[in-house]
T-cell receptor, first 115, second 113 residues
């Protein structure tokens, strides 16, 4: 079974530029998550989708971050404009149905460096 | 609000010795508890979870964890550590009243040969 795919793996941009990350979840997984992992910290949930609807985006900085999952499969996360503090690893995860006991499976992440 | 504490930033053990990584949690409702491992430049890899039932949960690569409700703990254990177990370990919790999975800050495990 193929795992969660993410691209690019690494991205370096200057502040105020924009950037986009892509995620393809495990086939058949209805729920998709984007996390931000700052160095030395655990992952923090940015947004959770159930199919193509948003379940939770309470920790997404909506003035600069946006995410979509138009067809209920793959998803993109965008940052515009980027700030220095956005330097982090952005992890995508998916789970079967989003129920509370569900296991989330993570992709390899995208390491973003903002200069 | 739910939270996870991993009181040790680092754990160092010799190969062949027992390994324990500590985790305590705070959550409303019943807890769903998870352990993940992260190798350098890799995503998080699922090890095991506790949902209900037997307090001792067995997972991948010889790891197990014990749920202790009275102490609100979910410590990860391995009877005999390997050098290849050296990695960053995360404990996570989700309450029965919450959709969000909350992670601890992580514990770096180093197993020396």
């Amino acid at each position: 079974e193929a795992g969660v795919a993410q691209s690019p793996r690494y991205k370096i941009i200057e502040k105020r530029q924009s950037v986009a990350f892509w995620c393809n979840p495990i086939s058949g997984h209805a729920t998709l998550y984007w996390y931000q992992q700052i160095l030395g910290q655990g992952p923090k949930l940015l947004i959770q989708f159930q199919n193509n609807g948003v379940v939770d985006d309470s920790q997404l900085p909506k003035d600069r971050f946006s995410a979509e999952r138009l067809k209920g499969v793959d998803s993109t996360l965008k940052i515009q404009p980027a700030k220095l503090e956005d330097s982090a690893v952005y992890l995508c995860a998916s789970s079967l149905a989003g129920g509370r006991p569900d296991t989330q499976y993570f992709g390899p992440g995208t390491r973003l460096t903002v200069l | 609000a739910q939270s996870v504490a991993q009181p040790e930033d680092q754990v160092n053990v010799a190969e062949g010795n027992p390994l324990t990584v500590k985790c305590t949690y705070s959550v409303s409702g019943n807890p769903y508890l998870f352990w993940y491992v992260q190798y350098p430049n890799r995503g998080l890899q699922f090890l095991l979870k506790y949902i209900t039932g037997d307090n001792l949960v067995k997972g991948s690569y010889g790891f197990e964890a014990e749920f202790n409700k009275s102490q609100t703990s979910f410590h990860l254990k391995k009877p005999s550590a390997l050098v290849s177990d050296s990695a960053l370990y995360f404990c996570a919790v989700r309450g029965s009243n919450d959709y969000k999975l909350s992670f601890g800050a992580g514990t770096t495990v180093t197993v020396r040969a």
